[in-house]
Nanobody, 119 residues
Framework: QVQLVEFGGGLVQAGESLRLSCRAS????????MGWYRQAPGKQRELVAT???????NYADSAKGRFTISRDNAKNTVYLQMNSLKPEDTAVYYC?????????????WGQGTQVTVSS
């Protein structure tokens, strides 16, 4: 099993910044990707940003130019720097991890951390 622990959510005003962190522990084996998804009230969960073992990144259009994803391989930790926050960014943010163990691929999710942006 893999456990994901998230930090950094909170309440900010529009235009301000937040930095989310997520650290993975347990039987990770080969970590192939980590990232962040979010879910706003009444909406489906959507991708925000991911980063692979080869440092390839993928961003939602709404995040490009404002958010930056990065990772620390030694700590099995992924970060999301969120600048110029907007009220539309308000959501529960979930950490995501994909691993390969033997010949199987497994996905894991954190418990979520609330981000609220006031106008």
């Amino acid at each position: 099993q893999v456990q994901l622990v998230e930090f950094g959510g909170g309440l900010v005003q529009a235009g301000e910044s937040l930095r989310l962190s997520c650290r993975a522990s347990g039987n990770i084996f080969r970590l192939v990707a980590m990232g962040w998804y979010r879910q706003a009230p009444g909406k489906q969960r959507e991708l925000v940003a991911t980063i692979t073992e080869n440092d390839n990144t993928n961003y939602a259009d709404s995040a490009k130019g404002r958010f930056t994803i990065s990772r620390d391989n030694a700590k099995n930790t992924v970060y999301l720097q969120m600048n110029s926050l907007k009220p539309e960014d308000t959501a529960v943010y979930y950490c995501y991890l994909r691993r390969i163990k033997l010949l199987s691929t497994d996905d894991y999710w954190g418990q979520g951390t609330q981000v609220t942006v006031s106008s």
